[in-house]
């Protein structure tokens, strides 16, 4: 059984940090790109950020660039993304999802697997 389950979301104040887990499951975590995708109530689901686990490159959307890092731990199967000087357009639901493709910009429906989500507030 495919699982993606995510940590760490939460209440920050504006300009704080937060790090974000995916635990992955059931799938040969090697051969993926894990990546995240983030909604806001009433807004499209947008592209956040995604690493190609086999040589690590990564993506990021245009309004996360330099605040957000992605990294992976290969053993544990697990990618993170620190997400620093968080701002109030930030605030979403994160969901963690994986392709066996880079799919960088595809839609949704291009990732074959999604974790549940975890929920980002930024407010002081």
């Known amino acids: 059984e495919v699982q993606l389950v995510e940590s760490g979301g939460g209440l920050v104040q504006p300009g704080g940090s937060l790090r974000l887990s995916c635990v992955t499951s059931?799938?040969?975590?090697?051969?993926?790109?894990i990546g995240w995708f983030r909604q806001a109530p009433g807004k499209e689901r947008e592209p956040v950020s995604l690493i190609s686990i086999s040589d690590t490159h990564t993506y990021y959307a245009d309004s996360v660039k330099r605040r957000f890092t992605m990294s992976s731990d290969n053993a544990a199967n697990t990618v993170y993304r620190q997400m620093n000087n968080l701002t109030p357009e930030d605030p979403a639901t994160y969901s963690c999802v994986a392709s066996y493709h880079d799919h960088w910009l595809w839609p949704p429906h291009a990732y074959e697997y999604w974790g549940q989500g975890t929920q980002v507030t930024v407010s002081s």
């Open positions: 059931g799938f040969n975590f090697d051969d993926y790109a």
